[in-house]
Structures are given as structure tokens and as C-alpha cells.
T-cell receptor, first 111, second 116 residues
Framework: GQQVMQIPQYQHVQEGEDFTTYCNSSTTLSNIQWYKQRPGGHPVFLIQLVKSGEVKKQKRLTFQFGEAKKNSSLHITATQTTDVGTYFC???????????FGQGTELSVKP | GAVVSQHPSRVICKSGTSVKIECRSL??????MFWYRQFPKQSLMLMAT?????????EQGVEKDKFLINHASLTLSTLTVTSAHPEDSSFYIC????????????FGSGTRLTVV
């Protein structure tokens, strides 16, 4: 079946250090989306990647979509305490269709 | 931006009773909505896809008779947990796709269900 694997499960960093989480799908995706969830909250949309090899930036966050549209990464430069939360990738196999979530990476940032 | 409203945010019920959770799209029409379940420290597991005017599509392993889904209008989907048991205690979240690529999927605020 369709699966999206995400690593690592946890990442503890010192404030100012960089952080990266990786996702891999068993099959080619239509698009991949990234969400952030704070404890007790719901997922909040960060970005969607659609094109093969696409790279998008949001301030300190850099998102990449692989050439084969099967893998993706989120990189945060110089983490801040406000970056704390769980980051999920979610793959869609057709636009507007169901999202399959990765396991999530819980980021903690030590001041 | 697109908003999905989910109610209630928290509910405690007794074993054997049923609980209804509502998910409304406030400023867009959603022919399709998605229902997820999330256990503590775990990912969102897709339970079913709710289709307006037709039967929901359930993921493998999800009991259709236990988790009743109704999508009677373009803005409302409901999930009813029937004959709830303590193992049904979880965080249930709905989502919908507003149709605008840059906005991704919009999620409700979730419902924390506790069955005692």
C-alpha cells in the first residue's frame, strides 16, 4: 500500500543549530505537503511541493522535492525556540485526494 | 484563508454511548472531507474519506459500522463513534481541500474524545 516514511522521529538541537527531516514515499507522488503541529494543536499547513526537483524557501525553512517525486526534505537553518513542534510530511497521490502522513519528526530546541 | 470548524473540541462519554463530531467548511464548499485519528505522540492515521451525497470510503482496518460518516451537504461532514469503548479514546481531526494549491489542506481544530 501507499506509505510515507519520515525520519528521524525525534531531534533535539541547541538553539542556533540546523535541523533536517526527511520523507520517502513508496510510490511516486502527485505532490507533497508539509505541516507543523504544536502540542495539543492541529496540523498547520506550511507548504506544498508539486514539481520534480522543486525547492521552496520560507525564511529559514527550505523545502525540497526529489527528482523522482518520491522523497522530500525540510531544512531549518539556525533553529529558534519558536520552531518547536512536530513536523509532518504528507503525500498526495492525486491533487485533492487523500493525504498519507509520515510519522512526523518532533523537534525540541534547547535555549 | 479557508477555515474548517470542528466541534466539539473535547468530549467525555460513557462506554456504550455514541458521540457525534461535526466538521464544517466555513468559507468554501467541500465535496470531500477526510477524517483522521491521532494517538499521543503518533502520526495522523487516515480513517475515511467523506464524499458529499454518497458513501464514505473507509481505509483498511477501519470499522464502518463503528465510525459512521455522513456528508449530507457541501459544508458539513459528521463522524459518529457508535458504542464507544475506552480504546476509542483518541484525537479525531477532519480536513478538507479548499481547491487552492497554495493553501494545502485545511484542518479542523480536532476533537479529544475520552471514553470512560
Amino acid at each position: 500500500g501507499q506509505q510515507v516514511m519520515q525520519i528521524p522521529q525525534y531531534q533535539h538541537v541547541q538553539e542556533g543549530e540546523d535541523f533536517t527531516t526527511y520523507c520517502n514515499s513508496s510510490t511516486t507522488l502527485s505532490n507533497i505537503q508539509w505541516y507543523k503541529q504544536r502540542p495539543g494543536g492541529h496540523p498547520v499547513f506550511l507548504i506544498q511541493l508539486v514539481k520534480s526537483g522543486e525547492v521552496k524557501k520560507q525564511k529559514r525553512l527550505t523545502f525540497q522535492f526529489g527528482e523522482a517525486k518520491k522523497n522530500s526534505s525540510l531544512h531549518i537553518t539556525a533553529t529558534q525556540t519558536t520552531d518547536v513542534g512536530t513536523y509532518f510530511c504528507a503525500g498526495a497521490y492525486n491533487q485533492g485526494g487523500k493525504l498519507i502522513f509520515g510519522q512526523g519528526t518532533e523537534l525540541s530546541v534547547k535555549p | 484563508g479557508a477555515v474548517v470548524s470542528q466541534h466539539p473540541s473535547r468530549v467525555i462519554c460513557k462506554s456504550g454511548t455514541s458521540v457525534k463530531i461535526e466538521c464544517r467548511s466555513l468559507d468554501f464548499q467541500a465535496t470531500t472531507m477526510f477524517w483522521y485519528r491521532q494517538f499521543p505522540k503518533q502520526s495522523l492515521m487516515l480513517m475515511a474519506t467523506s464524499n458529499e451525497g454518497s458513501k464514505a470510503t473507509y481505509e483498511q482496518g477501519v470499522e464502518k459500522d463503528k465510525f459512521l460518516i455522513n456528508h449530507a451537504s457541501l459544508t458539513l461532514s459528521t463522524l459518529t463513534v457508535t458504542s464507544a469503548h475506552p480504546e476509542d479514546s483518541s484525537f479525531y481531526i477532519c480536513s478538507a481541500y479548499p481547491g487552492q494549491t497554495n493553501y494545502g489542506y485545511t484542518f479542523g481544530s480536532g476533537t479529544r474524545l475520552t471514553v470512560v
